[in-house]
């Protein structure tokens, strides 16, 4: 939710051109601050919670300063990475336009080690069950990312433009009319803006620091006086590796997601410039802004307006991502007991609290695109018509993403961690020759993108049922599951949809968006309550869901 804070008024500022340079940092960064983070902090958390309730408190040290020389040298290689390959990355997908994205690149480029060295003791501190450090450091990356990168993203586009006004110039250099002085501000715009990436983990790391020279572990002399002698070095070593490697390389599969979105994207487009620019630009004749055009920003806009609805894609599995943390216990359980029915009710209590959010919202998303891209991003330079054509799609994908997270959950669960890693490679696959193939038709260009991200999610999405059901052998009953509420979901969004063409002919399409979409929650939850999607079991689940099932037994809303 912080992220959607920051991000959707920092488009407002930097427009969707600018937003192409901040995503274009974003999509390099994303993979290497997997290789620098996953899997070692989820390895040290599981190796010191093992040998705290055995007492052996030497090893934990030991996992401790071996987690030290772990960090830090994946730090200070996924640091040079992103800083030796911006130059050659900028120039594969950028080409013309290359030197735009680098000041971006460069200044999240520190984040990345900041972020491994606080691994160190975030991984710690989880595996002695003291969750506050990770809590507040997260807080404090947070806060310095929305108030510092919103800030000098502000700043710096205001400071450019005051030199336009006075010399004619912007940063030295001459723009021809004030869109162009824009423009030429936006690449250090973006750059300002996801330096509060940095700026939230240095402070991050410091607070981590200065808290546990503070503080400690909480292990006295005493505790490693009476403890076994550690294991050596390389076996820690040895042990924390082999560990995180399989959760590391499944992180990392989904990073490259975002990779992927950005290099094909833009670099398809660009083969598009170069060989049937005609189709593209009268495809976009009078959305696209004529300077784009001219400053060869045209790939970065596009990409630009492509994270924009990515921004609202993401809500959908924001919404069920606790289900997905939720799923693992309550399934582990189950699946221990070895009690087929409650297997059985335990998986779909997941799966049905899962799709009554995501059926309605991924379909609401897409049926009122338009309306809500506009609402939120109502300027010219934003591109609203763009976002909204891509978010058609992306809405639909967004109820297979948000499915997909308490899927793989209960497969972990279940004890086939591996497969959730194969599916995201095999979906990732998909993305890449779907993203290749569709991005390059001049007549689909940036849709291709969100088509490959449908396509992605859709199949992982089966996939993992299909497996699900055949290693527990259960048969889920998926005519409640999903059925009931994508009737009511149609019935809800389809009556909102008339309700707002009939409303815009009275009142302006923003107020109009909103009344439908509150008309289509309350709609919702009527339909849902009539159709008695919900049983007790699945109430009782939720906060006070006690007093929420009396309300309903007394109206006959459940089953």
């Not at 607070?207 to 294991?231: Q, V």
């Not at 109820?399 to 669960?413: G, Y």
Request: aromatic fraction near 12%; include cysteine; proline fraction near 4%.
């Amino acid at each position: 939710i912080i992220g959607a804070v920051y991000k959707i008024p920092l488009s407002w500022v930097i427009t969707s051109l600018g937003y192409g340079y901040f995503n274009n940092a974003y999509s390099i960064y994303a993979p290497m601050f997997s290789i620098a983070t996953a899997g070692f902090p989820i390895a040290i958390s599981r190796m010191v919670s093992e040998n705290y309730c055995k007492g052996h408190y030497r090893d934990i040290r030991q996992i401790h300063k071996a987690s030290i020389r772990i960090f830090l040298f994946l730090g200070i290689l996924s640091f040079s990475i992103m800083m030796l390959g911006a130059r050659p990355y900028t120039d594969f997908v950028l080409r013309g336009n290359a030197k735009n994205a680098l000041p971006a690149i460069y200044a999240i480029a520190p984040a990345v080690f900041f972020a491994s060295m606080m691994s160190i003791y975030r991984g710690y501190y989880e595996g002695l069950r003291n969750m506050t450090p990770t809590a507040i450091s997260e807080i404090i990356e947070s806060i310095c990312k929305l108030v510092f990168g919103l800030s000098a993203a502000i700043w710096i586009v205001n400071s450019g433009l005051k030199e336009y006004a006075k010399s004619g110039t912007v940063y030295g250099v001459k723009a021809a009319n004030i869109k162009f002085a824009k423009i030429a501000t936006l690449p250090y715009a973006a750059a300002g803006a996801i330096f509060g990436v940095t700026i939230g983990g240095f402070f991050g790391f410091l607070f981590l620091t200065l808290y546990h020279k503070r503080n400690g572990d909480g292990i006295t002399e005493d505790m490693l006086t009476a403890s076994p002698r550690s294991m050596p070095m390389k076996q820690t070593v040895s042990i924390l590796v082999r560990t995180a490697i399989p959760v590391a390389l499944g992180s990392l599969a989904i990073n490259l997601s975002t990779f992927v979105d950005g290099m094909l994207l833009q670099s398809r487009i660009g083969d598009l410039l170069s060989t049937n620019s005609a189709t593209l630009l009268k495809m976009y004749q009078g959305i696209i802004p004529k300077e784009y055009i001219s400053s060869n920003g045209v790939a970065s806009f596009l990409y630009g307006c492509y994270g924009n609805a990515t921004n609202l894609f993401m809500f959908v599995p924001a919404l069920t991502q606790a289900f997905g943390v939720s799923a693992l216990p309550n399934v582990t359980e189950a699946w221990t007991e070895g009690n087929p029915k409650h297997i059985r009710r335990s998986m779909e209590t997941v799966l049905r609290m899962v799709t009554l959010i995501t059926i309605p919202s991924g379909i609401g998303l897409s049926v009122f695109a338009m309306p809500i891209a506009s609402l939120i991003y109502p300027g010219v330079d934003q591109g609203p018509t763009i976002i909204g054509r891509i978010l058609v799609i992306l809405g639909l994908a967004s109820t297979f993403a948000a499915t997909s997270t308490p899927v793989n959950s209960m497969l972990q669960a279940v004890g086939r961690v591996d497969l959730p890693v194969k599916l995201v490679v095999v979906g990732l696959a998909v993305k890449i020759i779907t993203n290749y193939t569709l991005v390059g038709i001049p007549e689909i260009n940036v849709l291709g993108a969100g088509t490959g991200t449908l396509l992605c999610y859709l199949i992982t999405t089966i996939c993992a049922l299909y497996f699900l059901q055949h290693v527990t052998k259960i048969h889920m009953n998926y005519f409640s599951i999903f059925a009931k509420p994508f009737v009511a979901s149609v019935i809800s969004i389809g009556a909102s949809w008339l309700l707002y063409k009939a409303a815009i002919m009275f009142i302006s399409s923003k107020i109009a968006v909103c009344i439908a979409i509150i008309a289509t929650v309350f709609l919702y939850i009527i339909c849902i309550l009539k159709f008695h999607v919900l049983d007790r079991h699945d109430v009782s689940m939720l906060p006070k869901g006690q007093k929420i099932l009396k309300i309903l037994e007394k109206h006959n809303w459940i089953r």
